[in-house]
Nanobody, 120 residues
Framework: QVQLQESGPGLVKPSQTLSLTCTVS??????????WSWIRQPPGKGLEWIGY???????YYSTPLTSRTSISRITSKNQFTLRLTSVTPEDTAVYYC????????????WGQGTQVTVSS
């Protein structure tokens, strides 16, 4: 059974950098066909895909967030990370990490989500 767990600060000040880590258990982040996503849901809005890092280590980002986003991985710890720079209150959301199966074109395992609030 694959499990994902997000961790990181719940409060970030405007203009600072949001940093989150997703720890994966029950499967390797280097396994073929799996991509590892960050997704968020602002209050009262739908899910927004932020980006993913592929099993190969290549990262792809949502166009509106490309300039502020970096997704990387620590293979020795089976973790992947999100950095979002220059945050504003509009970045307040529940942030999820999830596994994407490229052969099924769907996210099949999700973390429980972590609330991040951007406020001074």
């Amino acid at each position: 059974q694959v499990q994902l767990q997000e961790s990181g600060p719940g409060l970030v000040k405007p203009s600072q950098t949001l940093s989150l880590t997703c720890t994966v258990s029950g499967g390797s982040i280097e396994t073929n066909y799996y991509y590892w996503s960050w997704i968020r849901q602002p209050p009262g809005k739908g899910l927004e895909w932020i980006g993913y890092i592929r099993y190969s280590g290549l990262s792809y980002y949502s166009t509106p967030l490309t300039s502020r986003t970096s997704i990387s991985r620590i293979t020795s710890k089976n973790q992947f990370t999100l950095r979002l720079t220059s945050v504003t209150p509009e970045d307040t959301a529940v942030y999820y990490c999830a596994r994407y199966r490229s052969d099924y074109d769907s996210h099949d395992y999700w973390g429980q989500g972590t609330q991040v609030t951007v406020s001074s």
